[in-house]
């Protein structure tokens, strides 16, 4: 990381002057801030999982890799000596750019638990649209800084509706393991998992499921399972069973900081520029692309707009992000030649919440690590996968909690509004009700089989399902429609699409390994072909 200046650093960041990094952990992915007039061989727009494979690929073929992300580089401790804020105490570093908390699960015995904060560039952006608001990850890292790091590879014989255009075989020879091992995936140890006083809940979870008749399955994740059992002994500092989960995680998850991008900052090709956001791209006169990004402070405005010139621009700023571009890219004359099937084919991935009340005799535990293990998988007959959530209050709750994802046939598009000068999704809530009908071929039966009632008191009053929402946005720029099969914008020589916005909306089960998948196959065959 050459040429980091210390103004520099500090205006990319926007981050609180500390000590670099945390004990026990990695250093985060540094910046070296992009400047107005550079020439960049290849811009990568994003640091979530498509930019990262896309950043540490190029690097290593020997290409100079520059990476812009709009959030902040979340690599410095503020006035707590943390990172990250827990969700039992969310402050400024919370929400991006709000003054609310918007938490997903919003009711508490009835109760509203949003609370008022400091607007600034937090790390979890609820984005609203009309019909849904889709939660994204904002920083260096992307979505992996706020995830569960629940990595679950599809089910084979699911993969030909997820991915049809793309060679399954390759993907499980080669892709998935490639990908499950640059994440760093592993597999809850189960004889922890029997006597942990932190997954009760899910033990409670695999014996509903099992008394009902539906499969269990555990899940393998990104979190460090070793440091977790120090967690539990009390040998180690506690973040999973601290709470910390949705605002970051201090120790223990291997986010993309941790991963990817750390690789790809030690092949020293590759620097990042947090809190610059790209406004547009277009060709450039002499060849390659100008792209147009705005500098932004921790309040969110601009405090310099940069051009620059790329070679090759990565399109990597997730689904929603990356669509909106484009969409909006080809309707103001940018990018014109942009094919029509540009911003369509969003899905939620199904996603839809419910709680279910247990009896008093079934406690799901007062200490509930936040790293989800398992999942109820009734995806054939049922079509939909459910993860035995947690509910991490710190109180008893008596209540299981469940995030589905289901097999919603409901695909939206995003469009430009050139009277708000914006880009809307036409999705509708009440599209959500196939996926309300597919979790309750679990839950139902669980419920007539265990005695037990749906909670009312988790998303407002007297309301059952949370159907407000995704976790999962995928989908926009499809591939093999509004790209070609390994993600080229085939108008634009030089422009790719390399993130969620791919996958035609659902992936059967978790998305980031399927989206990381899918990008180490697309760069094996762009840096082969167009390099
Ligand atoms: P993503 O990771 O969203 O990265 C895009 C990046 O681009 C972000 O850092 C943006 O800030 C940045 N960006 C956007 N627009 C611009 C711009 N104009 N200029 C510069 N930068 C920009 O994209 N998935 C799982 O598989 N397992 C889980 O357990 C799981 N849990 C989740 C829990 C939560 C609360 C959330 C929100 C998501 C969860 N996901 C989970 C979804 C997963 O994080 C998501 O699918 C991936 O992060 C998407 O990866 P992409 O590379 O597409």
Same mark, same amino acid.
Not at 18 to 23: M, N
Not at 391 to 398: S, V, W
Not at 501 to 511: F, W, Y
């Given at each position: 990381m050459s040429g980091v200046s210390r103004r520099g650093f500090i205006a990319g960041t926007g981050s609180l002057l500390? #000590? #670099?990094? !945390? #004990?026990g952990r990695a250093p985060a992915a540094r910046a070296a801030v992009i400047t107005s007039g550079e020439r960049v061989p290849a811009l990568v727009i994003g640091t979530g999982y498509g930019g990262a494979v896309a950043a540490l690929r190029l690097a290593e073929a020997g290409v100079a890799v520059h990476m812009v992300e709009m959030g902040m580089a979340w690599d410095t401790p503020g006035p707590d000596g943390k990172i990250f804020c827990s969700t039992l105490a969310p402050d400024q570093r919370s929400y991006w750019l709000r003054t609310r908390t918007k938490a /997903?699960?919003?009711?508490f015995l009835g109760f509203p638990i949003d609370r008022d904060i400091p607007r600034y560039t937090g790390i979890l952006d609820a984005e609203e649209f009309s019909g849904i608001t889709v939660y994204q990850g904002r920083g260096v890292g992307g979505g992996s800084l706020v995830n569960g790091g629940m990595a679950v590879t599809p089910k084979r014989e699911n993969f030909a509706t997820v !991915? *049809? $255009?793309?060679?399954a075989d390759e993907m499980y020879a080669t892709y998935y393991p490639r990908a499950n091992a640059g994440l760093g995936v592993g597999l809850i140890d189960p004889a922890w998992f029997d006597t942990t006083a932190c997954y009760q809940y899910s033990r409670v979870g695999r014996k509903h499921a099992q008394r009902s008749g539906f499969p269990f399955v555990f899940v393998p994740d990104v979190y460090d399972w070793d440091y977790m059992k120090r967690e539990a002994a009390g040998t180690a500092t506690k973040s999973a069973l601290a709470g910390e989960i949705l605002y970051g995680n201090n120790h223990g998850k291997k986010s993309l900081q941790q991963t990817y991008l750390a690789r790809a900052r030690a092949t020293g090709r590759v620097t990042i520029s947090a809190l610059h956001k790209v406004t547009s791209v277009t060709p450039a006169s002499g060849g390659g692309y100008t792209v147009v990004i705005d500098q932004l402070n921790t309040s969110g405005a601009t405090t310099a707009t940069k051009t620059v010139t790329a070679d090759r621009v990565f399109f990597a700023a997730g689904s929603v992000g990356t669509s909106k571009l484009l969409v909006k890219l080809k309707a103001t004359g940018a990018l014109p030649n942009l094919n029509n099937e540009i911003g369509k084919g969003w899905g939620d991935n199904g996603n839809v919440m419910c709680g279910r009340a247990n009896h008093l005799w079934d406690p799901t535990g007062k200490l509930q690590s936040t790293i989800p293990c398992s999942g109820i998988d009734n995806w054939s007959a049922g079509g939909a996968f459910a993860e035995v959530a947690p !509910? *991490?209050?710190? @109180?008893?709750?008596?209540a299981s909690f469940y995030l589905s994802i289901t097999k919603n046939p409901n695909r939206a598009a995003f469009t430009w509004n050139s009277a708000t000068s914006s880009v809307d999704l036409n999705w509708q809530t009440a599209w959500k009700q196939p996926s309300i009908d597919m979790a309750k071929t679990i839950f139902d039966k669980i419920n007539a089989k265990e005695g037990t009632i749906y909670r009312t008191d988790l998303f407002g009053i007297y309301k059952i399902w949370g159907d407000h929402l995704t976790y999962h946005p995928l989908g926009g720029a499809v591939l093999n429609k509004a790209t070609d099969n390994y993600g080229r914008l085939t108008a634009y020589p030089g422009l790719y699409v390399i993130d969620g #916005?791919? @996958? *035609?909306?659902?992936? $059967?089960?978790? /998305?980031f390994v399927t989206i990381t998948a899918l990008a180490e196959r697309n760069i094996d065959t762009i840096i082969a072909t167009d390099l």
């Open positions: 500390g #000590a #670099a990094v !945390l #004990a /997903p699960l919003n009711y !991915l *049809p $255009s793309v060679n !509910l *991490p209050t710190g @109180i008893e709750t008596f #916005a791919l @996958i *035609p909306g659902n992936t $059967s089960v978790n /998305p």
